[in-house]
T-cell receptor, first 109, second 118 residues
Framework: GQNIDQPTEMTATEGAIVQINCTYQ??????LFWYQQHAGEAPTFLSY??LDGLEEKGRFSSFLSRSKGYSYLLLKELQMKDSASYLC??????????WGAGTKLIIKP | GAVVSQHPSRVICKSGTSVKIECRSL??????MFWYRQFPKQSLMLMAT?????????EQGVEKDKFLINHASLTLSTLTVTSAHPEDSSFYIC??????????????FGPGTRLTVT
């Protein structure tokens, strides 16, 4: 079966750094996405990795290791507005997105 | 760019009635649109995938006669919840994938429709 694992909830302090991990086992791989979803709102696209390595985009960075079936989303200089759920999703061999359950990130002052 | 609109944002209807939700890609063409449902504190659940001009592909357990999907053009897909019941109350979200950017498979989401069936 296809499976994506990420922690259910994480807590971090404003101004700090947090890393949200995602491991996956899917039928084929055509890329991995990270989305941010605030409560009561739809997800918004953050990043897309298809090759190994780190992609940096402002305060957010995403890393991928295809051999390990592993990715992480790194958030720096945390702000209160970063409190949200972060969804990891893998594009499988049929180009369908397989979604993780999401990680709820709580930022404390 | 890559803006998706969804209408209405909120709807309350009585049990047994039907509700139509529209999803539009505003600044790009979307050959493929997706319909998701999300219950409180749960992850997104894909209901169906629709390709322009063809019948939607429904996920296992989703009743195609209850959730009617029409993808009539490259910028519009509709979801009609027929004979709605209170258990259909949920957050319905559409997303669209651009057909114009080769190698790009990200989905852009509409703002969602909160359906409450009384």
């Amino acid at each position: 079966g296809q499976n994506i694992d990420q922690p259910t909830e994480m807590t971090a302090t404003e101004g700090a750094i947090v890393q949200i991990n995602c491991t996956y086992q899917t039928s084929g791989f055509n890329g991995l996405f990270w989305y941010q979803q605030h409560a009561g709102e739809a997800p918004t696209f953050l990043s897309y990795n298809v090759l190994d390595g780190l992609e940096e985009k402002g305060r957010f960075s995403s890393f991928l290791s295809r051999s390990k079936g592993y990715s992480y989303l790194l958030l720096k200089e945390l702000q209160m507005k970063d409190s949200a759920s972060y969804l990891c999703a893998v594009l499988d061999s049929n180009y369908q997105l397989i979604w993780g359950a999401g990680t709820k990130l709580i930022i404390k002052p | 760019g890559a803006v998706v609109s969804q209408h209405p944002s909120r709807v309350i209807c009585k049990s047994g009635t039907s509700v139509k939700i529209e999803c539009r890609s505003l600044d790009f063409q979307a050959t493929t649109m997706f319909w998701y449902r999300q219950f409180p504190k749960q992850s997104l659940m894909l209901m169906a995938t629709s390709n322009e001009g063809s019948k939607a592909t429904y996920e296992q357990g989703v009743e195609k006669d209850k959730f009617l999907i029409n993808h009539a053009s490259l910028t519009l897909s509709t979801l009609t919840v027929t004979s709605a019941h209170p258990e259909d109350s949920s957050f319905y979200i559409c997303s669209a994938r651009s057909s114009q950017r080769e190698g790009h498979y990200e989905q852009y989401f509409g703002p969602g429709t909160r359906l409450t069936v009384t």
